[in-house]
């Protein structure tokens, strides 16, 4: 389940690289935190806009990032379970605040790409570039504890077999 959802995560940025064809940084926005005000305004006037917004951020990254946030969510909160069942819950936390994160800013860069202000734009990069290192440390964060859960519930098995 878990790489099915990597999978997905990796055929949508395939395709929004071909959509972006080297006219623009592919989904910089949600990718780093190095762009400008002016990088961002240039987007939202572009006419890339519309198509960034539908079909990449809504239904394909909807649908990665619910895969995403649901496949560790379910994998880390099993495996906890396993060890400590009253802690399963800390499995769902992490991958939880992921999922919110990035659906804040996908929701945010829709609504800046299809009002196509520019000044607007431009007075939400901090903003934006909060949200996405909340994403960014969430989604490493949920990518850790997926791994580490794994890891306690495999030697666990080990030690008790």
Known sequence: MVVIAF????????YAEAVFAGRFSSRFPEKTLSYTADQL??????????????PILFPLDLIV???LAGAMGAASSHWIKQLYPS???LGLLVP???LLSDLIEDCLL????????????????????????????SFSAAIALT???????????????
């Open 147 to 161: 791994l580490i859960s794994l890891a306690g519930w495999l030697l666990s098995a080990r030690l008790n077999s």
């Open 65 to 67: 990032m619910l895969a």
């Open 7 to 14: 999978g997905l995560f990796w055929s949508v940025g395939k």
């Open 110 to 137: 829709a609504w800046l790409l299809l009002r196509g202000e520019p000044n607007e734009a431009a007075r939400t990069v901090p903003m934006l570039k909060a949200i996405t290192t909340i994403k960014f440390v």
């Open 96 to 98: 939880g605040v992921y």
């Open 41 to 54: 305004s240039a987007l939202v006037t572009s006419d890339l806009r519309f198509k960034y917004v539908c």
């Open 87 to 89: 802690e399963a819950w």
